[in-house]
C-alpha cells in the first residue's frame, strides 16, 4: 500500500515562493504519476501538475509558468517549486499518487499567501 508523507506549506506573501515535496513509500510498479492538487475553501479540488514515470508533465491552466514539478524517482519524491504566489494559490495542496494498482492521496499541506 502506498503512503505519501507531504512537507513544505506554509505562509508566504505575495510575489514569494515555496517548495513542496511528497515522498512516497510502499511503491509496488515503476509505471506511475505523482501530483500535487489543490482545493481551497467552497472551491473543488483541481490539478495543479502531475508528472508520469516517463517525465511527461501537465499542469493546470492557472501555473502559467509559475511552478515546476520534478520527480526524483530513486527517492520516490515529487517536489514542486513555486513561484510568483499569490493571494488566488491559498489553498490545501494535496500529493497524489496513480497507477494501476494504487489511487492514493495524501493528508495535505497548507499554503497561504498574503497579499
Known amino acids: 500500500q502506498v503512503q505519501l508523507v507531504e512537507s513544505g506549506g506554509g505562509l508566504v506573501q505575495a510575489g514569494g515562493s515555496l517548495r513542496l515535496s511528497c515522498a512516497a513509500s510502499g511503491i509496488s510498479t515503476s509505471l506511475n504519476a505523482m501530483g500535487w492538487y489543490r482545493q481551497a475553501p467552497g472551491k473543488q479540488r483541481e490539478l495543479v501538475a502531475i508528472?508520469?514515470?516517463?517525465?511527461?508533465?501537465n499542469y493546470g491552466d492557472f501555473v502559467k509558468g509559475r511552478f515546476t514539478i520534478s520527480r526524483d524517482n530513486a527517492k520516490s519524491t515529487v517536489n514542486l517549486e513555486m513561484n510568483s504566489l499569490k493571494p488566488g494559490d491559498t489553498a490545501v495542496y494535496y500529493c497524489k499518487f496513480t497507477s494501476f494498482s494504487d489511487n492514493t492521496w495524501g493528508q495535505g499541506t497548507q499554503v497561504t499567501v498574503s497579499s
Open positions: 508528472i508520469h514515470s516517463d517525465g511527461m508533465t
